[in-house]
């Protein structure tokens, strides 16, 4: 398997794939050209890029050269309007402010572009042969003795990139559990206090927060935070109590 392009992978794939096949057609092959020209990624006003970093060198570095689409990586390709196409990176025509040059590109102005928009439809629907939702789930039913486990976000810690920048780890805050006022009041607990929560095999110790916004039923445990396994949430607690210091 010798894949030296990205057309090369499209084409497998849309041969290996039936489903697949339309994507030929969604975007030009890396040789489309308009007038012997690459269609331009950046627009006129990127002229004055030979100025950034003027103060290494007045001799500009060679833009990256792009064999996989039929892009070039520059304002040096084509960027009219006089020719018809789908692939329009940014609007520009001569007098016209930026937003209002679309209307060059298009059949009318807000219509369509004037070579059609871009893209093709893979799926086509075969008629209305979807009927209503008839199975509808009954509602939560709280039981004695199980709390199912829910995830909570938190702005910070709960996506696992971010969380690895420093500055943003002094405001995370430490695992804990939810529930609800009334819950705690049936386990005899308060805010603060430290629980032991048994999920499945996995056995925890967090302090707990009161929080309202939770159903009777349920416990919270913040997404993301070390210490808690991703795999509990959707799962139940068979026991839960205040922990012995």
């Keep these: 398997m010798d894949w030296t392009q990205l057309d090369q992978v499209t084409e497998a794939c849309a041969a290996a794939q039936t489903e697949l096949a339309g994507i030929l057609d969604a975007a030009p092959s890396a040789a489309f050209r308009i007038k012997g020209l690459k269609l331009a990624r950046a627009p006129l006003r ?46 520009w025509a001569p007098g016209w402010n930026s937003p209002q040059a679309w209307n060059k590109f298009q059949d009318e102005v807000g219509g369509h572009l004037r070579a059609g928009d871009p893209g093709t439809r893979l799926i086509e629907p075969k008629g ?43 405001r ?31 056995s925890l110790r967090l302090p707990l927060i009161i929080d309202d916004n939770l159903s009777l039923g349920v416990i919270g445990l913040p997404v993301g935070l070390n210490g808690i396994p991703s795999v509990l949430f959707g799962k139940f607690a068979h026991t839960l109590q205040e922990a012995a210091l």
Excluded: C
């Design 172 to 202: 995370i805050p430490q695992a804990y559990v939810a529930m609800a006022k009334a819950e705690a009041d049936k386990l005899g607990v308060n805010d603060g206090a430290l629980l032991s929560l048994k999920i499945g095999e996995a």
């Design 46 to 91: 990127y002229s004055g890029r030979t100025s950034m970093r003027a103060d290494i060198s007045v001799h500009e570095p060679r833009t990256p050269q792009d064999q996989d689409s039929a892009f070039a990586y520059s304002m040096e390709g084509y960027s009219g309007a006089a020719e018809p196409r789908q692939q329009v990176p940014f609007a």
């Design 128 to 170: 209305d042969g979807l009927s209503w939702f008839t199975s509808v789930p009954g509602p939560f039913a709280p039981a004695a003795g199980h709390w199912q486990v829910v995830p909570l976000y938190h702005l910070f810690g709960s996506e696992e990139t971010s969380a690895r920048a420093e500055p943003l780890q002094t």
